[in-house]
């Protein structure tokens, strides 16, 4: 019986917590319209660097019949075969993950190479983990990856070049 009251005061009291802290939480929050504003608009969807090299890669990819798409998850270019018995964890790794650039075929819009923008912040212990295991889901999803290393300028020629290598046999 003590237990049984115990946990009854332990559940009224988280049911007080939450619903003040709720009420807190709403008040310091910006409102329009009397209603609160919880998301904001992004301004800057790709970095300045990302920008720098997307205007490099658009040329290119138009005059290849190819589509550029900037920042794709990476679980809508690869996927989990159904045969894997731990099939959720494997899903785990790719669902908050997502590619730098993405080189489609313009009649059917069949992704054809990652492309990775590699500045400064890749030589993270952390970052170069998570690059690895980027690395191996696409070899093994056969996805060509290319990684580029971020630079103040680009040279057409030698992005042309870097992309052709990888895209031999599908452009």
């Known amino acids: ?13 988280i049911a007080l917590i939450s619903i003040f802290g709720h009420y807190h ?16 608009r992004n301004f800057n969807f790709l970095s300045q660097a990302e920008k720098d090299f997307f205007h490099v890669l658009q040329p290119f ?3 290849h019949q190819c589509f550029v798409f900037a920042k794709v998850r ?36 069949q992704p054809l190479l990652a492309i990775e923008l590699d500045d ?6 952390k970052a170069n983990a998570s690059d690895v295991i980027k ?24 992005l042309s070049k870097m992309i052709g290598e990888k895209l031999m046999p599908s452009v």
């Open 61 to 63: 990819a138009a005059g």
């Open 25 to 40: 939480a709403a008040e310091n929050v910006p409102k329009k319209d009397g209603r609160s504003i919880f998301y904001r």
């Open 74 to 109: 990476l679980e809508d270019i690869v996927w989990v075969a159904p045969h894997v018995r731990s099939r959720f964890a494997m899903r785990n790794r790719i669902k908050s993950r997502h590619i730098d650039f993405l080189l489609c075929r313009m009649k059917d819009v």
């Open 1 to 13: 019986m003590g237990i049984g009251i115990a946990l009854a005061a332990l559940f009224v009291l």
């Open 135 to 158: 690395n191996e889901i696409l070899k093994q999803a056969g996805m060509p990856l290319l990684r580029v290393r971020a630079s103040a300028t680009y040279d057409p020629a030698q």
């Open 120 to 125: 400064s912040s890749h030589e993270s212990f």
